[in-house]
């Protein structure tokens, strides 16, 4: 089973040289720590940088430095400085080429909820609307199970959903899991994970093959 | 010569502001939002008004002065997580909430100042946002029709300025302070440094003084960090 960073490692393996790329708030921003030195990739944050870097040396933060979850950073060598209309220009423009972020409930159609929980949680949805509606690859980023250890995995979404049919690759501390045809498809488990594990911790459709392979982290 | 959009001070920024009103305030969570124009706000102690803003700040700071004084009516917004005032008001039903996809709030904006009455955009087909919106399929993909958004009154903050209201912004604090510039009836503009005509470049002036209607000079900010992210020094 893996940990927050273990799931960032892996989706790490799924961001390609050359690519712009979105990252979420919680697990998706750890991703970034994990991709390989010498790649090309720039990271986006929907309030308006790209070419984001990591967090600033002590004492050398800056309030006019943010990123999309108010956290200090930096820029690196390169980077630009963009209002918000330009910024999901990028986005619904399809100038970003890979989503990551965290999701409540995914279901076997691709449906992603993870803005509100009708009477208790009522945050927003922030970009998270905009950048599923828009982007050609969408990974979630999430653990397999809620708290009360039931399934995130479901056959459709309870919660108001934030995008339909739009997710096609879910990442877990569980399994790498694709989204086609109305199903959900087992494509790699975690290290020590057996598919009876997964198959119990996921409601929706599973559609399991023949050899199901470990992740290679 | 220049038109002078020049005005003393916050005082006079923010002349003929009124209950019931619209305000757009720019700013990112607490980074390059307006805050001496708050600051009047909550002295003025206007009533009933609707605020246009990405957030509504925290508990003690930005937006959140204004819930403090009951002050605000409705709220437009993208994400309002960080405020518990703001929650416990929304849930009793003393606030009203819109929230909205915060690309579709940006758009919005730069839709009200640019002339534009609406667009259409994918963003949120399928969810709550969408009820009651048209909706339209172009190349076979569903979008919803989505209004210009314009206010009485934009408070933008901008990191230099000059006395014809031409603005430059400091890296993302950036943010909406540009759209909403734009889509305000008179935009007050106050910034952190007021330069002599002439000094900003205007190759790199990111909005043009003719958006802008007033401008002064701020101070005491204190430019609040939400989230203090750092590495350690050693090595």
Redesign the interface.
């Known amino acids: 089973m893996l940990d927050k960073n273990g799931i960032a490692t892996r989706i790490a393996q799924e961001v390609q040289d050359g690519q712009y790329v979105n990252l979420g708030i919680g697990i998706p921003t750890l991703v970034a720590n994990h991709i390989p030195n010498g790649m090309n990739v720039e990271f986006q944050?929907?309030?308006?940088?790209l070419g984001m870097g990591?967090?600033?040396?002590?004492?050398s933060?800056?309030?006019?430095?943010?990123?999309?979850?108010?956290?200090?950073?930096t820029?690196l060598p390169g980077a630009v400085?963009?209002?918000?209309?330009t910024?999901?220009a990028m986005?619904?423009g399809r100038h970003v080429q890979l989503t990551v972020l965290g999701a409540m409930e995914v279901s076997s159609t691709g449906?992603i909820a993870n803005w509100k929980i009708p009477?208790k949680m009522?945050?927003?949805?922030?970009?998270?609307?905009?950048l599923v509606?828009?982007a050609d690859n969408i990974v979630v980023a999430m653990m397999h199970t809620n708290r009360a250890g039931e399934s995130k995995l479901l056959p459709q979404c309870s919660l108001?959903?934030?995008?339909?049919?739009c997710v096609k690759r879910v990442v877990t501390n569980l399994a790498v899991i694709d989204i086609k045809d109305g199903a959900f498809h087992l494509v790699e488990r975690a290290p020590g994970v057996s598919v009876e594990d997964i198959k119990s911790a996921t409601a929706g459709k599973l559609i399991i093959p023949d050899s199901v392979p470990e992740m290679n982290l | 010569m220049a038109i002078s959009k020049l005005v003393s001070g916050v005082e006079t920024a923010c002349m003929g502001v009124e209950d019931g009103m619209t305000f757009m305030l720019g700013g990112?969570?607490?980074?390059?939002i307006p805050e001496n124009c708050i600051e009047e706000l909550v002295r003025l102690g206007v009533k009933d008004v609707t605020c246009i803003s990405?957030n509504a700040g925290v508990d003690n700071f930005g937006l959140g002065r204004l819930l403090q004084g009951h002050q605000i009516r409705k709220m437009i917004?993208?994400?309002?997580?960080?405020n518990d005032e703001f929650?416990r008001q929304?849930?009793s039903g003393e606030l009203e909430?819109d929230?909205?996809?915060?690309?579709?709030?940006?758009?919005r904006?730069?839709a009200g100042g640019a002339g534009i009455p609406a667009f259409y955009?994918?963003?949120?087909?399928?969810?709550?946002?969408a009820e009651g919106k048209e909706v339209r399929d172009f190349d076979g993909k569903p979008h919803i029709l989505e209004s210009a958004l314009t206010s009485d009154f934009a408070f933008v903050k901008a990191?230099r300025g000059d006395e014809a209201g031409n603005l430059v912004?400091?890296?993302?604090?950036?943010?909406?302070?540009?759209?909403m510039a734009m889509a305000g009836k008179i935009t007050v503009a106050e910034v952190e440094e007021l330069v002599p005509l002439g000094t900003l470049d205007p190759n790199e002036i990111?909005t043009p003084g003719i958006f802008v209607q007033r401008i002064f000079q701020g101070d005491s900010y204190e430019?609040?960090?939400?989230?203090?992210?750092?590495?350690?020094?050693n090595n």
């Open positions: 944050s929907e309030n308006g940088i990591p967090f600033p040396f002590e004492g933060e800056d309030a006019d430095l943010i990123n999309a979850g108010k956290q200090t950073i820029a400085y963009f209002d918000s209309a910024s999901f986005i619904r449906d009477g009522v945050k927003g949805m922030g970009g998270a609307m905009d509606a828009s108001p959903l934030t995008g339909v049919a | 990112f969570g607490l980074c390059g990405n917004s993208s994400y309002v997580g960080e929650e929304m849930l909430v929230l909205i996809p915060q690309g579709s709030l940006a758009e904006c730069r955009t994918p963003a949120g087909f399928g969810t709550e946002v990191w912004f400091k890296a993302t604090a950036r943010n909406f302070n540009p759209m990111h430019k609040r960090i939400e989230q203090r992210t750092v590495r350690p020094l």
